[in-house]
């Protein structure tokens, strides 16, 4: 799993740490395009969890240079990163860019991919 998903935890309280991403994303050159509260979309059908929440993130450029060289790319966007409370820990997640590169057989995106994942992982490094 490590292979796929870089994750942290944090000593931050779970709110704490989704404003931490969301104030963290632009100065990293994304902007947040949507915030998912999970926690609250299941709670409405009844169902109970710790609390959850999805936070789509979006760079333009990037977005149209992976779009340029691959049409499937679209299928992972935006960059999806996750912040939920599992045992009384606040954890920070995402998937790693260059794992998904599996799924296409275009070396020519590794760069590209590793670029991205550099700069997810300095932002969620910089929201603990």
């Known amino acids: 799993m490590n292979d796929f998903v870089y994750q942290v935890t944090t000593g931050k309280s779970f709110d704490e740490a989704v404003e931490a991403v969301q104030a963290q994303t632009p100065a990293h050159g994304f902007r947040v395009l949507y915030t998912h ?39 992972m966007m935006p960059c999806r990163m996750s912040v939920y409370t599992e045992g009384g820990k606040t954890i920070i997640n995402t998937l790693r860019p260059t794992a998904l590169l599996q799924m296409f057989q275009k070396p020519e995106l590794r760069e590209f991919a590793e670029k991205v994942e550099r700069i997810l992982i300095e932002l969620i490094d910089s929201s603990k």
Request: hydrophobic share 45%; charged share 25%; glycine share 6%.
């Open 37 to 75: 509260d999970t926690q609250a979309t299941l709670a409405e059908k009844g169902f109970v969890r710790e609390p959850l929440k999805i936070i789509e993130v979006c760079n333009a450029e990037f977005a149209h240079k992976a779009l340029q060289q691959e049409g499937l790319v679209s299928l």
